[in-house]
């Protein structure tokens, strides 16, 4: 979020003083937008003036449109537009089941001009990209094959030059062009689906994703890289199906349309992009994956631990907005213990299912033993738990309700994108994920929250008898290092390669030095190595990578090794091994890697396929040849385990 916009969340919230100094900070070093100092200064004014909160990803004038009234004060908005102060845009805060979308605020930077001079969804960190066709999966190969025109329009804006569509239809008939005996019409073997002038779904995703992008840096203190050179590419029209789903291949995201049919109504439409939630969540893998980029996307628990990040972003995203919380605050009389709109997701899927479930919710007692390991369903055990720390901190908040949550949702965004520094690079577990809150909390909340962390994480079976032991052997264990001040990259590789021995490398193995990233929040370096074979200018990279983070006193807080416990004295023969059943032909650097039952083997694992169809070929050494192994889930499962499957109304 920008200065100006922390400002007058910290006026409107009664924030404490010190998110202000902290984001001053972070800006002196990362310049990302310019701000003319007489705009600063006219909003101090205004802010001290009492004018309402405004949110992550303003311009220096932006959310004029929050304020008591509600978003949709159009009059208010008209003004602040004429004036080039702000892009007013349509925006469902919820999905269309639940309420109709409403007229929010975004900053202007955040467009382009396109090439008739009118504004477009498309700006440095986000940018609105449908291809000609929608996509179809086979469902005897699962592949995703071009089945109709895209009948959307391009991403541009009204005629008045902004984003606000308030005659757009909220449930929109599904509509196909037919010949003279009504069959439907194909060109090039492609359905042609009647033209439609509808927004409010690639509206509502790059609104939503620039929220996300604007909570997800303001919480981890640095630049997060998304997509493709900082821009995130999203294909809001892509395929048939209730989902949406980021591609690690692509790094970028895709969302589905559905057909349906009510009991006793027509054929309708739904964009699954105009459920802020949901492009919330995917905009949260976006920033997971990029976050842990050394993350195996193959591996499960790295999926599961990305459903609930997912979940979590969506929730404590929105809780930036001063509407929505006032909202919450209004809908639960300040009970967040019950199921409630923050801690639901996907409403709509409920209505279509026809049981009012929703995908899920966070308010849930679920344990590992009464979930499946199915990736969305396991991750809501720990969604619950995060969610009772939530609640908890909330109910420790002492006078504004508004200040309350807004504190507990920062908290809450900080332990989200602050675990990711404290996890095993490559592939980890829920146990792990829950040791990295309990280090989160350890370093930046003085252990505030350990006692809960630990009961929630227990009575939910993620943590086991001697996990909390664990940890603190962890802890005991770290080499006595320190980072000099201001150290240069090579400062860094300099200590890392003088220190390979206490970092657990063994003789025949080194490290290269991969990044170095400075969290401005809390003035920490991350340093993320890659484990090689041999050293030095001729040493051979290993997909296998460790990262190690310093305290702003320079003194090591954390490092998980490029292998856990170290690299042992057989990783030699395995790789050799490997080669000799040519797995390292293939283009990729062998991985070592540990099985469920604890012993080593080697792989090397290749990203196939582009774009909407992409997977990960392994190959192993017990499957030389190669095996499939899914990097995207290809449906959304119920809340409640299983599919509840929802088919397409529309004709083959």
Known sequence: MSVATLLANVMAFGLPIWLLAEEVAMRRRRILHSRRLAVFLALIITALLGAP??????????RVCDDVRGKSDGARIARFFAKGDVMPISSYDDDPFVADATIDCMDPSRFSLGAGGLPVLVGDYVKIQDEAVIYRANRATGVFEPFAWNPWPPPTSNADGNFEFLQEERFPLFLVERDAGGKIVLRDGLQVWTPVDLHRGMTTVFEAANSVRDASE???GRVVPWGQNGQLEVNAHAFIDFNAFYSPAARQLFFAVLPYRLAGEPIRILEVGTGWEMAAHEAGHAIHHTLKPNGDPGDEGFRTWGESYADQTAMWASLRDPDRARSLLTATNGDLTASNKLSRLGEVFGVLVGDGVPLRDAVNDKKVSDTDDEVHDRSAVLTGAVYRLFVSIVAQGHGNPMRALAEAGEILGVFLTHATDYTP???MTLEDVGKA?????????????HAILVDELTARELFGADSVRQWLAHEASLPNLRLKDRASFKDVNDLVQDNLDRLGITPGFG??????????????TIVRVQLT???GRGALPLDNHGILVFRANGR??????PIPDATPPDAGGLISLARRLALDRHGVPLSIVRKPDGRLTVEARVIRGTGINSWMEAFTLDNPRGERREVITPRIPSARGGSRRIDAAIEP
């Open 425 to 427: 690079e490559n592939r």
């Open 218 to 220: 303001s919480w981890a």
């Open 556 to 561: 090591l807080a954390d490092y998980h090794k």
């Open 437 to 449: 809150y309990l280090k989160v909390d350890k370093e930046h909340y003085d252990g505030a929250y």
């Open 53 to 62: 909160a405004v949110e992550a990803g303003a311009s220096t004038s932006v």
């Open 533 to 535: 074979e041999g050293s």
């Open 511 to 524: 490290l290269a030095l991969q990044s170095v990233t400075r969290d401005e929040r809390f003035k920490q």
